[in-house]
């Protein structure tokens, strides 16, 4: 019975974490012509469930939000694609809870892995909105890079807000 009421409790957590989340998303700094926003910190309720549950629980937090993500957002263009940019990009931010230790570490990997995987696929599948002469590698760094930079600048800032203000106890 134990376990039960666990999963149960686990499950509305994660419910509530992917619900906040996509408030968040909803309030944007600015937004980027073909997707890509800076928010006020979308992801840092799963960065904390990803701290308070652990890896497994964060992953699956993260890709259920970029999944609830993708279905809002109504972007269609390539299956795979669609798989690097939000349930890949926002499962990875569950790694934050292998730097439970060192948070602000923890948002720094957890967003350079979401990084990567938008990285990925703005090479493979938005090279053509690269200005002409510019290499995709470098377009795609520098407009993901754009975005994804404040994302972990304001994520890292109310993480340690939470911490030093001992509203998240990251005890193990």
Do not use: C
């Not at 790694?95 to 923890?106: N, V």
């Not at 754009?146 to 939470?162: A, N, R, T």
């Amino acid at each position: 019975m134990k376990e039960t009421t666990s999963n149960t409790r686990i499950l509305a957590e994660v419910s509530v974490t992917v619900a906040l989340s996509l408030v968040l998303n909803y309030i944007k700094v600015f937004q980027l012509p073909y997707g890509g926003s800076v928010t006020l910190g979308s992801m840092v309720p799963v960065l904390l469930i990803a701290y308070r549950r652990g890896l497994k629980v964060g992953v699956f937090t993260g890709a259920v939000f970029g999944l609830a993500q993708m279905v809002l957002d109504g972007w269609v263009y390539n299956p795979f694609g669609m798989f690097l940019d939000y349930p890949l990009a926002f499962g990875v931010l569950g790694i934050a809870a292998l730097f439970k230790r060192y948070p602000l570490l923890g948002v720094v990997a957890a967003l350079t892995a979401r990084f990567l995987s938008h990285f990925l696929s703005g090479v493979l599948f938005f090279w053509m909105y690269a200005p002409e002469g510019m290499s995709p590698i470098v377009y795609s760094a520098i407009y993901n890079g754009s975005y994804i930079l404040p994302e972990m600048v304001i994520s890292g800032i109310l993480i340690y807000l939470l911490v030093q203000r001992k509203l998240l106890s990251l005890s193990l």
